[in-house]
């Protein structure tokens, strides 16, 4: 029974990964910037999902669209108005701005929230099943990775901006041509990045203390889940984490837990070498 | 083998390179002969600034008595006290240039050391290769000043004193208390309190069923809380920080782990430990190096009661101090009364002065062995029962008796 609990325990967490890496990997795959702000939105949209329930009462699911949205309108604001000055630049010119925002962002958010670890405790159990336990809050943010990868998978498929995004990350200047407003397009591409990032948060506020020393800790997670999943790919980041949560909770438990991060890098060493695309990732966002 | 991606680190490094670094405080050229300068990197931004904002708190409380009274006086005559303080923002290398600078450029007589062993150990290295006196308020682990350095003294007792009663005390209360679980994190003072716990339970005649460590950046412990529940035990022993003992608390209660003592060093020292955790954190147990029950008389320093420190305090502030605010106030007096002793600045002289320290201060008996570390402490157990922290030992100023968790 140990081995399934440990499985679980593994699917589990990776789906937590994966809605760390979802947003950050469709900025990356499609814009080509490595987001460095992405782990301090997480983290600013736990710190609102907290702060909107100590203060309001306000439950962290009902907060969730709001808290999303917010990010979202803080996302297109950065993109439109700073990071697309730098976008078409190369890799390294986005990653020092990014890097420059998250700073200040960090900062601001030590400063004004404290770097306090915070938690909205709301238990809300743990569902058991004979000798299986699995923790509810853990099952929310896997319902919710699920949810945003379909909605993100639609929304890239079928809707009229998701293609004009696929276009825009295909080839800017046809699709300039074709009448799409490129920066516009640049702008939702990373606002939608922030969104994934504010609900991840909103739940995350359940599950783990919000403090400003993770913002560091999800960023490294999140690259390495882009890596081992695939970028160009909505659906490989959910792959990416799961395979992540999988490999660190078998390790976690059969060689120490000191070790189970180290595995999560050797894989994802294995894969640069063997497959550079990653495990579903598109060939040539690599 | 622990390795972690923390892409912050190298970038804050190459940030600070190009000039984002913030300093604060004073710059002062040479201090005057009548003002005694104490330097202090301090981490108020980055991840431990909530600690390195006590530290600077608790110093401005104690600056503010001292001025109050005019200054202290050495060899018969009054001297001003400046604190020079830099944020190194929670980046030891960082910590290691600033205590440089405040030796060369800022002339400090003395250094007090910031947050933790690993900082203090990095800063201990440049005191010494200066000869400046240094006190660590916040570090216990004993690798900090086993390095053979003359400059440095720590206000905390070695964690292995702590280990040893915790052990003796619980055996105590629960007489068939038979094993343990030792779940520590890899870093200086964590790993070196769930290896001294450890070994301490085998010398008690209680068996380890579990031992690891688990890495910096580890953000689950889903795998280690399984193996733990698989192994049982009596008594569950973590070590962290705050943020790490929190989830660790929630996922041992989620994953179904039952046992009866739950320790977590140092949570429930910590406020946030018990704000973040609500119900949860009822029934921890942790030893910590100071609390507040403690009642010392007649001590040295602007606070001659255990009482006045906590009452000035509390005024000043809103909440209890914990034991960095107590430790960290100490080893000012400390300081002051190696000045006192010495008749000067005299760097040498000070550091002599704080070698031969036998006092008694609020926070308790200071008197630093041939390591530089404080042998002068006994240290309370204490545990969350209901919403209150109470203290289980020494007896003489225990509050409650130990509540097993159901």
């Known amino acids: 029974m140990d ?26 795959g499609v814009l080509n910037v490595i987001n460095m702000l992405h782990g301090s939105f997480i983290i600013l949209g736990g710190y609102l999902t907290f702060f909107a329930w100590q203060y309001f009462g306000i439950n962290p699911i009902l907060a969730l669209p709001f808290i999303a949205t917010t990010l979202f309108c803080l996302g297109y604001v950065l993109q439109y108005f700073f990071i697309n000055k730098v976008v078409t630049a190369p890799v390294l010119t986005t990653l020092t701005l990014t890097f420059g925002l998250d700073m200040i962002l960090y900062n601001l958010m030590t400063v004004f929230f404290t770097a ?67 920066n516009h397009v640049y702008a939702i591409t990373f606002g939608i990045g922030a969104f994934m990032a504010g609900a991840a948060g909103a739940v995350f506020s359940m599950v783990f203390p919000v403090t400003t020393n993770l913002t560091g800790v999800f960023l490294g997670k999140a690259f390495v889940i882009c890596v081992i999943g695939g970028l160009g790919s909505v659906p490989g980041a959910l792959i990416g984490g799961i395979a992540l949560g999988l490999i660190e909770s078998i390790a976690g438990y059969t060689i120490g837990p000191q070790n ?22 598109v060939k040539g966002y690599e | 083998m622990v390795m972690g991606l923390n892409l912050r680190t190298p970038l804050q490094i190459a940030t600070l390179a190009c000039g984002f670094a913030v300093a604060v405080g004073m710059s002062p050229s040479v201090a005057a002969d009548d003002v005694l300068v104490i330097g202090a990197p301090l981490a108020l931004t980055g991840g431990l600034a909530d600690e390195g904002k006590k530290q600077q708190d608790v110093w401005k409380l104690w600056l503010d008595k001292i001025e109050a009274a005019g200054g202290i006086t050495v060899a018969g005559k009054k001297m001003q006290v400046k604190f020079v303080e830099y944020d190194y923002q929670t980046d030891g290398k960082r910590a290691g240039q600033l205590a440089e600078k405040l030796v060369t450029d800022d002339n400090v007589d003395v250094l007090m050391a910031p947050f933790g062993s690993g900082h203090t150990k990095i800063v201990a290295a440049v005191a010494e290769r200066y000869q400046v006196p240094m006190l660590a308020c916040v570090a216990s682990s004993v690798s900090v000043y086993d390095q ?8 905390l007792a070695p964690n292995t004193g702590m280990t040893e009663s915790m052990v003796e005390f619980f055996k105590a209360k629960k007489p068939d208390l038979k094993t343990v ?35 910096a950046d580890t953000m689950d412990h889903s795998s280690a809380v399984s193996a733990i529940k698989a192994a049982d035990p009596d008594w569950v022993y973590m070590t962290g920080y705050t943020q790490d003992l929190i989830l660790g608390r929630k996922q041992l209660a989620e994953l179904g782990v039952t046992s009866p003592i739950i320790t977590m060093v140092t949570g429930p020292a910590y406020r946030e430990f018990t704000e973040g955790l609500g119900s949860l954190a009822d029934g921890v147990t942790s030893a910590t190096w100071w609390h507040h029950a403690t009642a010392y008389t007649d001590a040295v320093g602007p606070w001659s009661t255990t009482a006045s420190f906590y009452e000035d305090f509390k005024t000043a502030f ?68 209901g919403e209150a922290v109470k203290v289980l030992y020494p007896a003489a100023i225990a509050d409650a008796d130990l509540a097993m968790i159901k």
């Open chain 1, 3 to 28: 081995i399934v609990q440990i499985l679980l325990n593994g699917i589990v967490l990776g789906s937590l990964y994966a809605c760390i890496a979802i947003g950050f990997s469709l900025v990356w």
């Open chain 1, 116 to 182: 306090t670890p915070r938690r909205v405790t709301l238990d809300l159990g743990t569902l058991n099943i004979g000798d299986l336990y699995l923790p509810v809050d853990r099952l929310l943010g896997m319902g919710l990775a699920l949810c945003l990868t379909a909605l993100l998978f639609l929304v890239m498929r079928v809707s009229k901006i998701g293609r004009a995004i696929v276009a825009v990350r295909m080839d800017r200047q046809a699709a300039t041509l074709m009448g799409i407003r490129v």
């Open chain 1, 260 to 281: 189970a991060i180290t595995v999560g890098f050797v894989l994802m060493l294995v894969l640069l070498v063997i497959r550079p695309s990653g495990i579903a990732g």
């Open chain 2, 148 to 155: 053979g350095f003359k400059y440095l003294f720590g206000t």
């Open chain 2, 181 to 215: 679980a030792v779940y520590g994190k890899d870093g200086v003072f964590p790993k070196a309190m769930a290896t001294a716990l450890a070994a301490s339970a085998e010398a008690g005649g209680i068996e380890v069923v579990y031992n690891e460590l688990y890495a």
């Open chain 2, 318 to 385: 809103g909440s209890d101090p914990d034991y960095v605010h107590g430790s960290c106030a100490a080893a000012a007096d400390v300081l002051v009364n190696a000045v006192q002793t010495a008749g000067s600045k005299d760097k040498a002289a000070v550091r002599d002065a704080l070698a031969a320290t036998d006092i008694l201060t609020f926070y308790g008996p200071i008197d630093f062995g041939d390591n530089g570390m404080n042998q002068g402490r006994e240290m309370p157990i204490i545990q969350v029962q």
